[in-house]
């Protein structure tokens, strides 16, 4: 009986072996078949013309956001500043490289970049993603690369090579081509299935306390204080909660402020401590909070907008109110009210897609 089953055993094995053997590999393809991304009622992005999001581009955009031999040492990839699981940002006041040492900024929350079209980071210094893609990798506080050296060892594995080729039709790779795929991954990490979004459609109710604080952050302030309002919606503006601007929200005033912000880029002494102003989308699961991580949590924000709020000369006018004595005048109850309501924009099932995670 022992003898037939180890006949049988090794004459599978060598049916098997010669399976393998007859079906020669296919070589990779040119793939354009367009990545499907559910809008769920978002206006359409746009995607860009030259760069639109397909299957094999967003994989290898995917593959290489997750790919650590982007790094000088192999030891980071984007996503070690960048985890899903925080919206994409991290939970250090400023991110650590791989020398490392420690950034000068926050790193961001990375959620519905497709619609970010008046610049990416703090100060809004790379104008599209598929260029600021290429900054990080050589950033000496971050990955400290050179870019031929990343296309070096991306082109001695034969994994990249056949994703280029399926993604843009040849394997020879390039920096362009290695931005341009980030962003295609980077344009359809959309975020649109919050509490907030179900409650828009009609899908969910919001409770009390998360209603008033809705209505609180959408309502502008009334100085004579018959209506309440926090005045939050005229930046943090639109279905992605930011108005796509440059403005200084009070954080120091004048003699305090160490960064300059959008003044680094356009020169103008009126956009000294000028800063993106974020989406806050997700933004519970971001903390800590401002280009300088400076608040661990919203309650501490509620604060600062509240009574904290600093004067300088390129403080924003939406602020005077925050400024005067007393502030927002927001109660306890006010004040958990807000928070209530900024969970609400909570999005599980983007924080835990598993299109988003590690291809590895
Ligand atoms: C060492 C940590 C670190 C690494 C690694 C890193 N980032 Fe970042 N990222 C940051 C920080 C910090 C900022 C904000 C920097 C600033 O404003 O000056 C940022 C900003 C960004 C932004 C701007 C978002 C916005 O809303 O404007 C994008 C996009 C981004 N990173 C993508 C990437 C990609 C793609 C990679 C990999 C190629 C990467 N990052 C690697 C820390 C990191
Ligand atoms: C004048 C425009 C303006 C108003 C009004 C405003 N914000 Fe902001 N908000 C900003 C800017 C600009 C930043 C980024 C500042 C920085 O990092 O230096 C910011 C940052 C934040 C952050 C941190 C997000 C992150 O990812 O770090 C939160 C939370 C926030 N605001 C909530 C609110 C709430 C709640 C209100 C209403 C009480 C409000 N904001 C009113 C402009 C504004």
Redo the contacts with the bound molecule.
Sequence with gaps: MRNIIAILVSALAVFIYACEKEQPEVPPVYDPSPYSVNLRGFPDPGFPANNQPTAAGVQLGRM??YEKS??KDGS???????RQQYG?S?TLK?????EKLP?????????N?AW?KE????????LH?RD??????Q?P???NEKLENVISKLQSQKLYRDQFVRAFGSDTITAEKIGLA?EQF?FVMVSNNSKFDQWKRGETTLTDSEERGRQLFFTEFDPSGVKKGAECFHCHATFNFTNSEYMNNGLDAAADQSDPGRMNVTGSQWDMAMF?V??LRNVAVTAPYM?DGRFSTLEEVIDHYNTGVKNSPTVDFLMQYNLQPGGLRLTTQDKQDLVAFLKTLTDTEFLSNPAFKSPF
């Design positions: 290489l956001f982007l790094s980071m990839s984007c996503a070690d500043c960048h994409f991290d400023y991110s650590i490289g791989v950034g000068k900024r926050h790193s961001m929350a990375l959620i970049l970010h610049g990416l980071f703090w100060d809004g210094r790379s993603a600021q893609a290429l900054k990080p990798i950033d506080l971050e990955m980030i980077e993106k974020p989406t280009h």
